[in-house]
């Protein structure tokens, strides 16, 4: 028997929460955040339910928690159609890279409440044990795996396995792998090829061990009267907070045009239709890695040649604001199968079915991201941890909506094939002192000579994977197996790279010249302001970045409040470094595959 039709529109108390927080008049609190994205409506809503009073101001609107335009950002199958919408979208345009002939990479970035965690693809990593090794040996201490991975656990409500205690029952974020609708094969056989190909099948890549093929987790309420909606972290955090907590202020349509000093104090933060929003503990930013560096810029902290050119006062001079950029590139491998994937369902009609079922039930193809398998490997021999995240798609598609013309069969699927620890860094710079000018943003993307050698292999890594499918009918078809020497693939990355929507490190966190906060977040050479959110990351963790930056948020609630950390987690402790092959050093995936011309 089918459900019963479930509301277009959350909870009524919520609803009237919006409405009273629209008319939040009060200009003074114990914090003032800027930013209700991924970071920013975690801060808020764990300083309000520490006792504290604060204000959260929000440039875009409130459209993602009602009106029916509503329904692109929270039915998870719709996750193309809010990132192409300018009242979601920030849509940074970037500078021409050089190393890809000049070509413009599109930089969205999540605007309204939510923020990110509301137009993105919903993949759910952690990243590696030793990404936060990584952090710490960079001068942040108490940013060990250690350290994070109570952090982790506290903010998830899993719906799978945890053999291992690494996961985490009942926080605010729900998080599921996908239940393959269909049961399509193609997901089984992608997954079975990481143990053909030698790289291993995983149970749970944020589990014990990430190196290998696995189902792929999505941020989707699992259960409860959202169930099959995407689990932003306006939805899993923010909006009950707002019903909770009368302290909390949450203001749409404000967007901060500066940060106010009293010496070196950040005492205020002003918006752009004039009104000013006082702070007596702190200022927070979390407006996100382009975003914040840009407003710590206009406001007078950053590079001192920079802030003369803007003409602004210098309050800090900070080299560090708006360098160290960076980003995850991808590729869309596409091929033919003889069947089995969903580009039945790319018609018309199906996709009114498919929204129609989603709206009684909450459930089937419109309730996942369809990305519900994927993996990590390592491109070479002497790579201590994966490098190279593989996202399998059961079609061939662009976010456009533009499907792979010509399969014999109709039939298709695609990998989304990157390599995560470029050595490329860009920057962040303001253009202008007027926040309405958009910020000159330079990712640098494939300035390094081992992004050329990394991509390459990453692509035949990923032609030999789909070569252990045990499907019919495979056939390359983009770029094509006529794609094979240096020099073709290089001609291919040029012109298909594109973001994976990760940028991040341009406040980083550290204890040397180049830093520009503590490891708790503050910013150093002021007082009463704080950076949270992914722009305090050093490197960037492997994988996709929602994740980690829930994580930080939450960590550095804590700090701000003065809370004790979440008690460790066992399995953390006893393997501080996570899995790593015993063997890395010497070859390149723990059991080669050996065929009649490479015997063992």
């Known amino acids: 028997m089918m459900k019963p039709l479930q509301s277009l529109q959350p909870r009524a108390l919520a609803r009237r929460a919006l409405r009273q927080h629209a008319a939040f008049s009060s200009t003074k609190s114990d914090y003032v955040v800027v930013g ?17 009073s604060v204000t959260l101001l929000e440039a875009g609107d409130a459209s993602t928690l009602r009106g029916p335009l509503s329904i692109l950002t929270r039915m998870p199958t719709a996750l193309s159609m809010p990132m192409h919408w300018g009242r979601w979208n920030w849509a940074y345009e970037t500078a021409p890279s050089p190393a890809l002939d000049g070509k413009r990479v599109s930089c969205p970035r999540g605007r309204g409440l939510g923020g990110s965690s509301s137009i993105n693809g919903m993949v759910y990593v952690r990243g590696h044990a030793l990404d936060y090794e990584a952090w710490a040996d960079a001068g942040c201490r108490g940013w060990r795996w250690v350290d994070v991975a109570p952090y982790f656990k ?37 997954q079975a090829a990481g143990d053909a190909a030698g790289y291993g099948r995983v ?29 932003s972290t306006f939805a899993a955090y923010l909006e009950p907070a707002m019903d909770a907590h009368d302290a ?44 914040t560096p840009q407003l710590l810029q206009i406001s007078g902290v950053g590079p001192a040649d920079l802030l003369e050119r803007l003409g602004v006062d210098a309050v800090v001079a900070a080299e560090g604001v708006g ?63 994966p490098d190279v995240q593989f996202h399998f ?51 640098a993307y494939m300035s390094h000579d081992d992004d050329w050698t990394d991509y390459r292999a990453a692509l035949r890594l990923a032609r030999e994977l789909v070569g252990h499918m045990d499907l019919e009918g495979v056939e390359e078809v983009t770029p094509g197996a006529s794609c094979a020497t240096d020099e073709q693939i ?5 012109e298909h790279l594109e973001s994976a929507y990760h940028p991040c490190g341009t406040c980083r966190m550290g204890d040397d010249a180049g830093a520009v906060c503590d490891a708790e977040g503050r910013v150093l050479g002021a007082e009463g302001l704080r ?69 063992p």
């Not at 799978?160 to 205690?165: L, Q, T």
């Not at 007596?280 to 975003?291: D, F, T």
């Not at 390149?588 to 050996?594: A, G, L, T, V």
């Open 248 to 291: 909390l202020g949450v203001v749409t349509g404000a967007r901060a045009a500066r940060v106010e000093f009293d010496g070196t104090r950040a005492v205020a933060v002003a918006t752009t239709d004039g009104r000013r929003f006082e702070a007596e503990q702190e200022v927070i930013l979390c407006a996100g890695a382009i975003a």
């Open 531 to 599: 950076v949270v959110d992914a722009s305090l990351f050093p490197s960037i963790t492997n994988g996709n970045l929602n994740a980690p930056t829930i994580m930080v948020a939450e960590k550095l609630s804590d700090a701000i409040l003065g809370n004790a950390p979440p008690p460790p987690v066992a399995h953390a402790v006893d393997h501080p470094r996570g899995h790593v092959d015993p063997k890395w050093a010497t070859r390149q995936r723990e059991k080669p595959f050996y065929t009649d011309a490479n015997p």
């Open 203 to 231: 149970a749970d890549y944020n589990g014990r061990r990430q190196e290998g093929l696995a189902p792929m987790p999505m941020t989707v309420f699992h259960e409860g009267p959202r169930r099959g909606e995407r689990c």
């Open 36 to 52: 209700a994205g991924s970071a920013g409506c975690v801060v808020a809503s764990r300083l309000a339910e520490g006792g504290a």
């Open 323 to 385: 360098a160290n950029l960076q980003d995850h590139l991808e590729f869309y491998f596409q091929f033919a199968v003889a069947g089995g994937s969903l580009a039945p369902y790319l018609a018309p009609w199906r996709k009114l079915l498919i929204g129609l079922r989603w709206l009684l039930r909450r459930d089937g193809l419109g309730a996942t991201n369809h990305f519900e398998a994927g993996g990590f490997v390592r491109s070479a021999a002497g790579k201590e941890y």
């Open 393 to 443: 798609l059961p079609v061939a598609v662009s976010y456009d909506g533009v499907t792979v013309p010509h399969t014999a069969s109709g039939h298709s699927f695609q990998l989304h094939v990157g390599c995560n620890r470029s050595q490329t860094r860009g920057a962040v710079a303001a253009a202008s002192p007027d926040v309405e000018t958009a910020p000159a943003v330079d990712f």
């Open 490 to 494: 290089d001609a291919y990355l040029r």
């Open 154 to 190: 506290k903010m998830e409500h899993w719906a799978g396995d945890d053999a291992d205690g690494l996961r985490g029952r009942g926080g605010p974020l729900h998080v599921t792998d996908g239940a393959n609708a269909l049961g399509t094969p193609l997901y089984e056989a992608f």
